[in-house]
């Protein structure tokens, strides 16, 4: 069976600091890999999606970048933090364009 | 781009009873489909329900409903004899088929659904 995991859970950074979040999918392969963050009690927003290795899309231009250096791979950085970035970050795969989306535990991104 | 619309940011029901959430969207696409996700306080995203727009039959999985009315955009979720355990946040989600939907998905603001004991 597939399984997604994503880390870490909880991550306190200072302003200026640089970030990489991780993501691993298990048990498929090409999948389509998104990153999402929530903001305190409000939706989910689409930052960056990947159709396969080295493709990325940006959603929303920002202090984030993301990679996929792997096909099962997807790692969402920063080179600098801003208050602005703290919030709970998702990471989602899915199979095919129809497919639901599964999602990671999420990490909760506190900038200081 | 799609917008989404959930009128309700938060509701209370009592325990057994049936509740509907809302959700209009906006969209150009004539193929899409149409989720709803729960958020519980662990914040997992765990899926609902799913409806395919070509599908005129609303789909149901247990005690979830929908009543999809591609006309209206409209695509509300009906939880019937209501559980503590429905408790979370309730997303709508549209999700496009073209250009391979691969752009995933676009979820409204949410509902806050508290099942009362």
């Known amino acids: 069976s597939q399984t997604i995991h994503q880390w870490p859970a909880t991550l306190v950074q200072p302003v200026g600091s640089p970030l990489s979040l991780e993501c691993t999918v298990e048990?498929?392969?090409?999948?389509?890999l998104y990153w999402y963050r929530q903001a305190a009690g409000r939706g989910l927003q689409l930052l960056f999606y990947?159709?396969?290795?080295?493709?990325i899309s940006s959603e929303v231009p920002q202090n984030l970048s993301a990679s996929r250096p792997q096909d099962r791979q997807f790692i969402l950085s920063s080179k600098k933090l801003l208050l602005s970035d703290s919030g709970f970050y998702l990471c989602?795969?899915?199979?095919?364009?129809?497919?639901?989306?599964?999602f990671g535990s999420g990490t909760q991104l506190s900038v200081l | 781009a799609q917008t989404v619309t959930q009128s309700q940011p938060e509701m209370s029901v009592q325990e057994a009873e049936t509740v509907t959430l809302s959700c209009t969207y906006d969209?150009?696409?004539?193929?899409?489909?149409l989720f709803w996700y729960k958020q519980p306080p662990s914040r997992q995203m765990i899926l609902v329900i799913r409806?395919?727009?070509?599908?005129?039959q609303n789909a149901t999985e247990n005690r979830f409903s929908v009543n999809f009315q591609k006309a209206a955009k409209s695509f509300s979720l009906k939880i019937s004899d209501s559980q503590l355990g429905d408790t979370a946040m309730y997303f709508c989600?549209?999700?496009?088929?073209?250009?391979?939907?691969?752009?995933?998905?676009?979820f409204g603001k949410g509902t806050h659904l508290i099942i009362q004991p």
């Open positions: 989602a795969w899915s199979p095919r364009p129809e497919e639901k989306l599964f």
């Open positions: 048990g498929t392969s090409n999948p389509n």
């Open positions: 990947s159709v396969g290795i080295g493709q």
């Open positions: 969209t150009s696409e004539s193929n899409y489909y």
């Open positions: 409806q395919e727009a070509y599908k005129q």
């Open positions: 989600a549209p999700r496009r088929y073209s250009g391979g939907g691969a752009d995933g998905l676009t």
